[in-house]
T-cell receptor, first 111, second 118 residues
Framework: GENVEQHPSTLSVQEGDSAVIKCTYSDSASNYFPWYKQELGKGPQLIIDIRSNVGEKKDQRIAVTLNKTAKHFSLHITETQPEDSAVYFCAASPGANNLFFGTGTRLTVIP | DGGITQSPKYLFRKEGQNVTLSCEQNLNHDAMYWYRQDPGQGLRLIYYSQIVNDFQKGDIAEGYSVSREKKESFPLTVTSAQKNPTAFYLC?????????????????FGSGTQLSVL
C-alpha cells in the first residue's frame, strides 16, 4: 500500500516568516494530495489540495507544489500568523479505497 | 449550521465492554468515514460507507463494527475484541463516494471523540 512520510514533525517560525512542510509518497498511482489543518481539540479541516495533473496551486498565503517524478509534495505558508499554529497533515490517495495520511507537523508561529 | 456532530467528546471503556461512538451529519453527504488517530501517527481508516445500508472495511477494521441505517448517521462500536482502543476517533463525510478522484471528495471532519480505557 501507499506510504506517506512527512517532515518535519515540529516546526517553529517567527511571525511573518515562511513555513515549508514536505511529504513523500511511495505509490506512483497516487493522484490526489490534500493538506489538512487540525487545531487543538478539533477535527482536521482541508486547507488546500492538488491533483497529479497540476504542478502547483496557490490560495492566498498557502501554496502546494507537486513533483511526480520525485514523488514528493510540499506545503508553503507565507507571512505566517499566530493563527496558523496547528498540526498539519498531508495525505495521498491512489484512488483505491483509501486516503493515506502523513504523521503530522506541529507548526508553532512565535509572535 | 451544517456540519458533523460527534458525541460524546470523552468516553471511557471498561474491560470487556462494548462502547458506541455517535456521528451525525446534516450536510446531506452520501459518504461517511471513521478514522482513528494515535499520538505521533497519521489518521488510519477504520470503516467507510458510500451509501445507506452499505459499508466497507478500512485498514484497521478488526475489533470495530458500524451500521448505516440512515444517511445522516454512522455510529461506530468499539468491541471488546479491540485490545488497544485508547485513541482519538474522527468521523468524516464527503459529497461523493470516497477515493475515486471526484472533485467532491473533500472530507469534512467532526470534532472527534477521545476514548480511554479504565
Amino acid at each position: 500500500g501507499e506510504n506517506v512520510e512527512q517532515h518535519p514533525s515540529t516546526l517553529s517560525v517567527q511571525e511573518g516568516d515562511s513555513a515549508v512542510i514536505k511529504c513523500t509518497y511511495s505509490d506512483s498511482a497516487s493522484n490526489y494530495f490534500p493538506w489538512y489543518k487540525q487545531e487543538l481539540g478539533k477535527g482536521p479541516q482541508l486547507i488546500i489540495d492538488i491533483r497529479s495533473n497540476v504542478g502547483e496551486k496557490k490560495d492566498q498565503r498557502i501554496a502546494v507544489t507537486l513533483n511526480k517524478t520525485a514523488k514528493h509534495f510540499s506545503l508553503h505558508i507565507t507571512e505566517t500568523q499566530p493563527e496558523d499554529s496547528a498540526v498539519y497533515f498531508c495525505a495521498a490517495s491512489p484512488g483505491a479505497n483509501n486516503l493515506f495520511f502523513g504523521t503530522g507537523t506541529r507548526l508553532t508561529v512565535i509572535p | 449550521d451544517g456540519g458533523i456532530t460527534q458525541s460524546p467528546k470523552y468516553l471511557f471503556r471498561k474491560e470487556g465492554q462494548n462502547v458506541t461512538l455517535s456521528c451525525e451529519q446534516n450536510l446531506n453527504h452520501d459518504a461517511m468515514y471513521w478514522y482513528r488517530q494515535d499520538p505521533g501517527q497519521g489518521l488510519r481508516l477504520i470503516y467507510y460507507s458510500q451509501i445507506v445500508n452499505d459499508f466497507q472495511k478500512g485498514d484497521i477494521a478488526e475489533g470495530y463494527s458500524v451500521s448505516r441505517e440512515k444517511k445522516e448517521s454512522f455510529p461506530l462500536t468499539v468491541t471488546s475484541a479491540q485490545k488497544n482502543p485508547t485513541a482519538f476517533y474522527l468521523c468524516a463525510s464527503s459529497i461523493d463516494p470516497p477515493f475515486r478522484g471526484s472533485t467532491n471528495e473533500k472530507l469534512f471532519f467532526g470534532s472527534g471523540t477521545q476514548l480511554s480505557v479504565l
